[in-house]
């Protein structure tokens, strides 16, 4: 879904102003259709876990998911993995190496699918800023599966991913769902948890696994208890 600064700027409760600074900054990214911007709703669910875009992403989560099954954050990244020490001096290295290393359906095209995440990066940089990266597709990684994974792939090393704060990407997040609706959902949560302090130092230091779970887990119990606010937002 695509939308345009007016509809970003009421969508983030923003004035267009700040969405046009946002863009030129490239802090968001935009197409530019007929001499206006057209942004796309998964890259601002992406953004809105970046320091400059202090924004709850779950104003993204669509009514429509009620009533339907949405699996919890710890759920999908148990069911995806998290990985250390992953080996790459490039993106296109460091993405070929997170594909092989995923569980994925057998009949899963891997070249392919790491072809797809590069070509994305080329047209815009999915780094979020601190050394995280979101790297997807405009379409969501959708393959043949009955639930979804998100997998946490931290690098040996630090890789440049032409973030717009100049940090190297040192911890990646790689979203596989069967549905897009559920990778919305996700990515919404994602984003959201990702302002949490706790959670950032958890990553930052490359806790164990079983740490970074429960501080998933502790955010999403957050999310669910509106009267209790979030520890920090950056």
């Known amino acids: ?37 057209r942004l796309h709703r998964s890259d601002l669910l992406e953004r809105t876990s970046s320091r400059e875009i202090d924004i709850p992403a779950q104003i993204f989560e669509a009514p429509s998911s009620a009533g339907v099954f949405m699996p919890r954050l710890a759920e999908a990244l148990n069911a995806g993995g998290i990985f250390y020490g992953l080996q790459g001096d490039d993106k296109a290295a460091v993405l070929g190496v997170i594909v092989n290393s995923l569980a994925l359906p057998s009949n899963t095209d891997r070249e392919s699918l790491a072809q797809l995440l590069l070509a994305r990066e080329a047209l815009g940089s999915t780094a979020i800023g601190e050394g995280i990266a979101i790297p997807h597709v405009r379409r969501p990684i959708l393959l043949n599966t009955s639930s979804p994974a998100i997998s946490l792939c931290f690098l040996e090393k630090p890789v440049d991913f032409g973030a717009f704060d100049g940090q190297p990407v040192f911890a990646i997040f790689l979203l596989i769902s069967p549905t897009a609706r559920m ?18 130092a958890a990553l930052v230091r490359r806790a164990a696994r079983d740490e970074i779970l429960a501080e998933f887990e502790r955010v999403e119990r957050a999310m669910k208890e509106p009267h209790v606010e979030a520890e920090d937002h950056a």
């Open 1 to 37: 879904m695509h939308l345009n600064v007016r509809e970003a700027s009421k969508l983030l409760q923003v004035s267009e102003k700040k969405v046009y600074d946002w863009i030129r900054r490239g802090i968001l990214r935009a197409d530019r259709v007929n001499d206006q911007y």
């Open 183 to 200: 990778h919305l959902h996700l990515l919404s949560r994602l984003s959201f948890a990702l302002h949490d302090s706790q959670l950032k």
